[in-house]
């Protein structure tokens, strides 16, 4: 069991970008660290109101009563970017049905630097930018992607750390899960 568990945090530590100031200026030792596996937090969503590549501003509060799919991730991220065609995949499945899925962007410059990759990228969800308040509000993170999925109930439900395969089936059955507890 203890060598299960050590092949599976290699896997995932193979599977993301590692959160630094400045993508291309990671140290060895940087690179060389594990990634945790997924795990339940339990804790409230943090209370943000963060500028949206869209326009405008979103709020923590227009998720109430949403299932929702907070995804960290940056621009320059190479692990990241696969995951956007499932996030655009999972919003279409289980629209209509309280859901949504929120790219919460970091470290990736400005609005007019992100705004083209979101295009070119083909995201068809809300990507805010957001800051260190938020992502501490969130438990923080070690690299990207991470992910958290919080319930209706405005509470951060699981953690999802960098993309092991099979990361989309296991959000997906927590999803169903979720959307299927009373409101």
């Not at 050590?6 to 896997?11: D, E, T």
């Not at 949403?66 to 956007?84: L, Q, R, Y």
């Not at 790219?103 to 930018?129: C, H, N, Q, R, W």
Request: proline residues 7%.
């Amino acid at each position: 069991m203890k060598k299960l568990a050590i092949i599976l945090a290699l896997a995932v530590a193979t599977s993301a970008c590692n959160r630094t100031s400045d993508p291309n200026t990671a140290s060895a030792d940087e690179e060389k660290k594990p990634l945790a596996s997924t795990s339940a937090s339990r804790k409230p969503l943090p209370s943000f109101e963060l500028a949206n590549i869209a326009g405008g501003s979103f709020k923590s509060s227009d998720l109430r009563g949403k299932v929702t799919v907070v995804d960290f991730w940056a621009t320059w991220c190479e692990n990241c970017i696969p995951e956007i065609p499932d996030y655009n995949a999972l919003r279409e499945k289980y629209k209509g049905q309280g859901f949504e899925v929120i790219g919460m962007t970091m470290e990736s410059g400005t609005l007019a630097e992100i705004k083209p990759k979101v295009a070119e990228f083909k995201m068809d969800y809300p990507v805010i930018v957001g800051d260190d308040k938020v992502l501490e509000g969130f438990g923080g993170v070690i690299g990207y992607p991470t992910t958290f999925l919080v319930g209706r109930d405005g509470t951060i439900y699981k953690k999802y750390l960098g993309s092991p395969p099979g990361k989309k089936e296991h959000l997906e059955k927590d999803i169903e899960s979720l959307l299927a507890e009373m409101p």
